[in-house]
């Protein structure tokens, strides 16, 4: 922690350790890993995405951070993958694992959706079908008028976001803001997936304290649907009742479309 305070914005370029976060949080994807977190969340993705209902050529994830988890059970229904991040030690570890010389290779993550689906096929099939489809990793700041930083972009079928917009909006005011900004990069009839946390104020990555913001399930809701949004399903995980890297109360992956 630096001065007492819960880190966020600029800390993410200095006190976030993309190795470490990747390695505490989904490397052992079991349920004795914060208290099944993690699993409950890769489950949830794939639920969202196996019937195959959603897709579309053009997916954008928020907040990729230093881990594709987000977009992986998405892979076989979309065309082009465009990755996004606040901070450049995150975007450029990502690189390195996609693409350079990171010793990454996210085995575990592709493993466990490999056993949830097609077990005929080696987990690195996936991966390298994920490396084909991306267009680039690009900057992102939620907190901007213009959250891309000049990049610009056709409309996107499928947005896709995870634990991004629980550390970027300081309050609930901004988080339906931010709701709203994000919907304008969605086609009408495009699809949301988003996991959250709720009724969490902080979380630990090594000596580190995160900031996270304290909104309510029933608040997320309506701040997308304030947006635009139509919730198509809602699957929420309540947090086990001890657990040291976070006070998070429960946590959620929601599939949403863009309805106006
Ligand atoms: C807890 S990590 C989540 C990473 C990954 N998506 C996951 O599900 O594990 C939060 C991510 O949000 C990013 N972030 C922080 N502030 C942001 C902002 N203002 N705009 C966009 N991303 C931000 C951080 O750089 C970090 O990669």
């Known amino acids: 922690m630096a001065d007492g305070r819960l880190l966020r914005d600029e800390d993410y370029n200095t006190h976030f350790d993309p190795d470490a976060y990747v390695k505490t ?109 991306v267009r680039g990793i690009f900057p992102c700041d939620l907190l901007q008028d213009d959250i891309f930083k000049g990049s610009y972009f056709p409309l996107f079928d499928v947005i896709t976001t995870s634990l991004c917009m629980d550390v970027a909006p300081p309050d609930v005011d901004t988080y339906g803001k931010i709701a709203k900004k994000i919907s304008k990069y969605l086609k009408i009839g495009g699809h949301l997936v988003i996991v959250g946390a709720f009724e969490v104020t902080y979380y630990f990555l090594e000596e580190h304290k995160f900031f996270s913001l304290d909104i309510s399930a029933g608040e997320v809701k309506s701040c997308w649907e304030n947006a635009g949004f139509s919730i198509q399903s809602w699957n929420p995980m309540k947090a086990p009742e001890e657990i040291e890297e976070s006070d998070f109360g429960g946590a959620f992956v929601m599939h949403c479309i863009k309805a106006s």
């Open 25 to 133: 949080y989904y490397t052992v994807l079991d349920d004795t890993v914060q208290g099944g977190l993690f699993p409950f969340v890769l489950n949830g993705e794939h639920d969202v995405f196996k019937a195959g209902d959603v897709k579309g050529r053009r997916l954008l994830d928020i907040g990729t951070g230093p881990v594709p988890h987000s977009v992986i059970p998405a892979v076989p229904f979309v065309q082009d993958i465009y990755l996004t991040d606040f901070s450049t030690v995150n975007r450029k570890y990502l690189y390195d694992a996609l693409f350079g010389s990171g010793k990454q290779d996210y085995s575990s993550i592709f493993n466990f959706f490999t056993n949830l689906s097609d077990k005929s096929q080696p987990w690195t099939k996936r991966s390298d079908d994920l490396k084909d489809k």
